[in-house]
């Protein structure tokens, strides 16, 4: 029996990012990417897998300013992916390339 892609369920990452460990290990390899668009989706499935209302509460922003500076076509400020890192939780690190 063959399965039509059109009835496959759309893969959300968001569900998978059930503990802190596993964000950690998703934003490092999106981080190793180099690619601020994928930065931003990122944080944007990080902070709907924790709650958008909260994280928006959290980071001073609103929802609907969350959710645009968190789309895949946004270049979020700096000042935006930190307060969101500090809304999520996390903390972004500097190991040197060549260690």
Same mark, same amino acid.
């Given at each position: 029996m063959k399965t039509k892609i059109?009835?496959? &369920?759309? *893969?959300?990452?968001?569900?998978?990012?059930t503990d802190d460990k596993a964000i950690a290990e998703y934003l490092t390899l999106v981080l190793e990417e180099n690619d &601020?668009?994928?930065?931003a989706e990122a944080l944007g499935d990080i902070a709907r897998a924790r709650g958008m209302t909260e994280i928006a509460k959290t980071s001073g922003l609103s929802r609907e300013a969350l959710y645009k500076a968190l789309r &895949? /076509? !946004?270049q979020p400020? *700096?000042? /935006?992916? !930190?307060?969101?890192c500090a809304a999520l939780g996390l903390r972004l690190i500097v190991t040197p390339e060549h260690a």
């Amino acid at each position: 029996m063959k399965t039509k892609i059109s009835n496959l &369920p759309i *893969f959300d990452i968001s569900e998978h990012l059930t503990d802190d460990k596993a964000i950690a290990e998703y934003l490092t390899l999106v981080l190793e990417e180099n690619d &601020p668009a994928a930065l931003a989706e990122a944080l944007g499935d990080i902070a709907r897998a924790r709650g958008m209302t909260e994280i928006a509460k959290t980071s001073g922003l609103s929802r609907e300013a969350l959710y645009k500076a968190l789309r &895949p /076509t !946004s270049q979020p400020r *700096f000042e /935006t992916i !930190s307060r969101v890192c500090a809304a999520l939780g996390l903390r972004l690190i500097v190991t040197p390339e060549h260690a």
